[in-house]
């Protein structure tokens, strides 16, 4: 009913930038919170950064300073801007978000993910 579609992934050097996308469409009432998780290989899935509007964001710690989070709320859509980034970064990048629906049910909605690689 309800799906999402990252874009934005690759290759990039160390100290490189990248920007993800991530488009919400379906049977959507209203979004709350939309946020990009990340999981490298043999690790858990961990939070990245959230938004629930331009005053409310989320970062990880250690992250903080490289990233930017923003939505076109018109669109359904989360962006998440990464600087400066290192081989650590390597990751699938997992969008996801709490979206409302007609019936008035939350979903948690996850997206198939986004492979970013940082290599030289």
């Known amino acids: 009913q309800v799906q999402l579609v990252e874009s934005g992934g690759g290759l990039v050097q160390p100290g490189g930038s990248l920007r993800l996308s991530c488009a919400a469409s379906?049977?959507?009432?209203?979004?709350?919170?939309m946020g990009w998780y990340r999981q490298a290989p043999g690790k858990e899935r961990e939070l990245v950064a959230n938004?629930?509007?331009?005053?409310?964001?989320n970062y990880a710690d250690s992250l903080k300073g490289r990233l930017t989070i923003s939505r076109d709320y018109a669109k359904n859509t989360v962006y998440l801007q990464m600087n400066s980034l290192k081989p650590e970064d390597t990751a699938v990048y997992y969008c996801?978000?709490?979206?409302?629906?007609?019936?008035?049910?939350?979903?948690?909605?996850w997206g198939q993910g986004t492979l970013v690689t940082v290599s030289s």
């Open positions: 379906g049977s959507i009432v209203a979004i709350g919170a």
């Open positions: 938004i629930i509007s331009d005053s409310r964001t």
């Open positions: 996801n978000a709490h979206v409302i629906i007609q019936t008035g049910s939350d979903l948690e909605v």
